[in-house]
């Protein structure tokens, strides 16, 4: 009888673990407490074995607790909701679905769900929002959301950084916080004012396409997209000239990586660094050591003569200047910035180039806009790059879009509601930026390119653009990118005539980043392009007579010549 009630006891606790575990947020956490109430009274094996001196009254509500319990557990578990939060389950076709098209799944989930979702990784449940009145509201509000700097290893949540690079360093100035934060924003944003910043990247397109284009290409434009971005990022860091090897070296590693995590999607484990991860890497910074070493040189000899080959805004100098980092922080800035902060203004320019071919009306607009603002006999002025209003809204649109960052996370903190949810604290919340860009409750026809959307004078929903994200930790770079991905529009337009390959049909849509980055490890965005001085274009009219002209239809075959400037009557 003494045993029975211990028994007993040990039934009653079980319950007790239950109700606990049907209230908790993370029910595997009370796994290790109803496993002990188990082994200490060994329970586990008189259920299995039905002792003849289990009473009838234990063995029942034992064996409802259990079987109750694991209900719930399996149903926590699978993530069908987290403190009230829906979303698919494991094996469910919204869940085959996100594993498959990435973030284009992410808008049926939340189409069938609503704002807030809850979605099952092997890390663990993420909650992810569309919410679009709200969304400013966790990008800033620090009382309840925090960013989550850490990237590498989570401490068993997701890691809410999927940038390429970045988690590679721990503790890059990217991951700080509070003061520490506001300190280095001080330091680094003087770079992004930079006044060479449209002037270097007009040097790399000039160069680059003289050079891997000519007078007419055909074929796959974003990695060049990429690597003009880089020989512009490079000089402004560094006053440093990005050698062809260096360029290939960096292509090369970049690639080790995009490999890996696409042929890691969905496997957490499969992201974590290797021996070869760490091999590649230091290939990598030895570009940013060159780099180091040539503004310190050249910092010595304006400090011995008088003048050196290195600008105040650079952001080397400014960091060796302030005697605030060591040359590792510098480096692992240098890099970040090479690499992941080359993904806006290089997907931004191809995508949204990419469009405007599908979109002749559009491509013709912003040419013509490009030509009234700088004329024919006239270099790109960078001082005037800010009148192409035009153009930027077609760039917005394209990061609308195609946006390179189709996730942004934040750690809930404490306790709140977003989008009239209550989400529990300790939460790993992610913003779907690709869904909220596509959200049809904000957009009419999101599918469409329609740069109008952005016109200017014209104001953005609220929570319909959030391709930089908001707030204090918000891009840096947003204003200097723009003017960037701007300025290789402007050239491209200003020199080129862009159609699409007739032989390959673009699906922009194909290859939308695997995490952070937009470096897909298959896919193109091919295009064709002959220089402008070497182009007619020659149309039928209603009466059948032939009319030569930049024309309204880029469709048509164009004409090489070797007119005059620009060639046709039309530029």
């Known amino acids: 009888m003494k045993s029975d009630k211990k028994r007993w006891k040990a039934s009653q606790q079980i319950v007790h673990i239950l109700v606990k575990t049907r209230k908790s947020t993370q029910p595997l956490r009370v796994m290790p407490t109803l496993s002990q109430s188990f082994f200490n009274f060994n329970l586990s094996s008189r259920l299995l074995g039905v002792s003849s001196d289990l009473s009838p009254q234990t063995l029942l509500v034992v064996t409802l607790s259990f079987f109750t319990l694991s209900f719930f557990i399996l149903l926590k578990v699978n993530k069908r909701w987290r403190g009230g939060i829906v979303g698919p389950r494991v094996g469910d076709a919204l869940y085959k679905e996100v594993l498959e098209k990435r973030h284009h799944g992410m808008i049926s989930v939340h189409e069938k769900y609503g704002e807030v979702v809850s979605f099952p990784t092997p890390s663990g449940t993420v909650i992810f929002m569309r919410g679009n009145e709200e969304l400013e509201r966790v990008f800033t509000d620090t009382k309840y959301f925090a960013k989550n700097t850490d990237t590498w290893s989570a401490a068993g949540t997701v890691s809410d950084v999927n940038n390429l690079i970045q988690p590679m360093y721990k503790g890059s100035l990217f991951e700080t916080t509070g003061k520490e934060h506001n300190e280095n924003r001080k330091t680094i944003n003087p770079f992004f004012a930079h006044p060479l910043m449209i002037h270097s990247t007009i040097k790399a397109f000039n160069q680059y396409s003289d050079a891997r284009w000519g007078e007419e290409f055909t074929g796959d434009i974003l990695d060049d997209f990429h690597s003009i971005v880089k020989f512009a990022m490079v000089e402004l860091l560094g006053s440093y000239c990005l050698t062809e090897d260096d360029d290939a070296l960096l292509k090369r590693v970049i690639m080790h990586f995009v490999k890996k995590n696409v042929d890691g999607a969905g496997d957490e484990k499969a992201t974590l660094l290797t021996k070869k991860d760490e091999e590649m890497f230091l290939e990598m910074e ?44 510098i480096k692992e800035l240098f ?45 790109i002025d960078p001082s005037k790059i800010d009148r192409l209003d035009y153009l930027d809204a077609c760039i917005m649109e394209g990061l609308r879009r195609y946006a390179p960052a189709t996730i942004v996370g934040r750690r809930v903190v404490k306790e709140t509601k977003v989008c009239g949810v209550t989400v529990p604290k300790d939460s790993n919340l992610q913003v779907s930026v690709h869904a909220a860009h596509m959200n049809p409750a904000v957009w009419d026809n999101p599918d469409a390119f329609n740069p109008e959307r952005f016109a200017k004078g014209k104001e953005i929903p609220k929570g319909g653009f959030v391709a930089f994200g908001l707030g204090g930790r918000a891009c840096p770079g947003k204003r200097a990118y723009m003017k960037m991905a701007k300025a290789i529009l402007a050239c491209m337009l200003k020199k080129y005539i862009v159609v699409e390959d007739p032989n390959t049909k673009n699906d922009l849509d194909s290859f939308m980043p695997n995490r952070f980055v937009a470096w897909p490890s298959e896919g193109h965005v091919t295009l064709k392009m002959v220089q402008r001085i070497n182009v007619n274009y020659t149309t039928k009219n209603n009466d059948g007579d032939v009319d030569t002209h930049f024309g309204a239809d880029f469709s048509r075959q164009f004409v090489p010549t070797r007119r005059s400037a620009f060639g046709g009557n039309g530029r």
């Open 286 to 329: 030895a570009v940013a050591d060159r780099c180091l070493e040539h503004v310190k040189a050249e910092m010595t000899t304006k400090a011995n003569e008088g003048q050196g080959n290195v600008h105040e805004k650079g952001l080397v100098y400014l960091m060796l200047k302030s005697g605030k980092y060591s040359d590792q922080a």
């Open 335 to 379: 890099v970040n910035l090479v690499v992941a902060g080359g993904e806006t203004p290089a997907l931004a320019c191809c995508k949204t180039l990419a469009a405007m071919a599908q979109n002749p009306a559009i491509l013709e607009r912003a040419a013509q806009e490009v030509d009234d603002t700088f004329p024919a006999s006239a270099d």
